[in-house]
């Protein structure tokens, strides 16, 4: 039995040494140490055996397992580290290939024109203050000193909701009357910028939905030339230092006297060109001093107090700079538009 440990020790050592991969190892392994190999059975056997071979059979047996299975554990260490190299070479991966590119988000062309006036407002004492986009009746018109039978609520056609006098904001102007309410008596310098909507028939020139950036100032003493000189600083610093800047007069309900602005056509500096029409000028914003019925509404009282609003729209100024002919763009969620900014 001795003499048969010897031979098994020596043929599993021999296998080990020839088996070419992990798994021909493995069958090696099962055929001497594993449930069924051979000097697995001789340890069983053992039991069997007389009583006066059994103590050297067993030594015997015990001390080729362990040869055996350290045989194995190197062989499948060496194995293990041959076939990690083969399988690197094989699938090799090739680290100068550049990367695949992720998209890049960025913001919206409205969006950004609408930072960069809140960035100039801001410089200019301005704090932004947000209002809601759900109106009701008295806030959006009446109390802008548009009452009901007002001509000029047929300016804009109106998203009503299913509850009578609530609807979508058409301009941001209400919101003067949220933060006059909320001020008065205190002096405001704000900016409001926001969505506003209407029911209009979608063409190249109008949506359903578009931002308008709105300011108020309210407090002693304010005048007409404090609104002009604002505008004009306003102007300088969005379209450059040299830019000049036209008023004209014009109406609006909850402003008194009211005026319209033009910059010097800063695509053809005035020259004349297909987006200023050949006049060399362009419409910015609206303006005027708050009409007391306003100010009276927001709480202020108007022999006191006095004050200036204007409102420009963010995506006719991205227009005009980037020379983009059809407003939809901007809501039309179309990549090739966005990715251009
Ligand atoms: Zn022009």
């Known amino acids: 039995m001795l003499k048969r440990l010897d031979e098994l020790q020596d043929q599993a050592l021999k296998q080990v040494e020839q088996a070419a991969d992990s798994a021909a190892l493995a069958q090696v392994e099962s055929a001497y140490t594993g449930k069924k ?5 001789v340890l069983r056997s053992i039991g069997t055996l007389p009583a ?13 397992k362990q040869a055996v299975d350290a045989a194995i554990a190197s062989r499948a260490d060496a194995l293990k580290a041959s076939e990690l190299g083969a399988a690197m070479q094989a699938g090799a991966i090739d680290v ?7 998209p890049v988000g960025r913001i919206h062309p409205a969006n950004q024109t609408l930072r960069e006036l809140a960035a100039i407002w801001a410089e200019m004492g301005f704090q932004v203050y947000r209002s809601r986009d759900v109106e009701d009746d008295d806030t959006n018109f009446t109390l802008l000193n548009l009452p009901p039978h007002h001509p000029a609520r047929d300016m804009w056609d109106t998203f009503h909701t299913t509850q009578p006098g609530v609807l979508l904001r058409t301009h941001t102007s209400p919101g003067q009357i949220h933060a006059m309410r909320q001020y008065a008596p205190e002096p405001i310098r704000i900016i409001l910028p926001g969505m506003c909507y209407r029911y209009e028939q979608v063409s190249a020139r109008s949506e359903v939905q578009f931002n308008q950036l709105e300011g108020l100032a309210v407090g002693y003493n304010i005048h007409m030339t404090d609104l002009k000189g604002t505008i004009v600083a306003f102007a300088r610093r969005m379209f450059g230092e040299k830019v000049a800047v036209r008023f004209r007069s014009s109406h609006f309900p909850f402003t008194e006297p009211s005026i319209e602005v033009d ?9 004349g060109c297909a987006v200023c029409k050949k006049t060399g000028w362009l419409e910015i914003a609206g303006a005027g001093m708050v009409h007391p019925v306003v100010l009276k509404n927001g709480g202020y009282d108007p022999s006191k107090f006095s004050g200036f609003a204007f409102g420009m729209g963010p995506e006719r100024m991205t227009m005009l700079r980037h020379g983009i002919t059809d407003i939809r763009y901007f809501w039309g969620n179309d990549p090739r538009f966005l990715e251009q900014f």
């Not at 190999?37 to 059975?41: L, R, S, W």
């Not at 006066?52 to 080729?64: H, I, L, M, P, S």
């Not at 100068?96 to 590119?101: A, C, N």
């Not at 910059?263 to 020259?271: D, S």
């Open 37 to 41: 190999g051979e000097i697995t059975t």
């Open 52 to 64: 006066d071979e059994r103590k050297a059979v067993g030594e015997k047996a015990n001390v080729v």
């Open 96 to 102: 100068t290939l550049p990367g695949r590119p992720l």
């Open 263 to 271: 910059v010097e056509c800063f695509l053809c500096g005035g020259e």
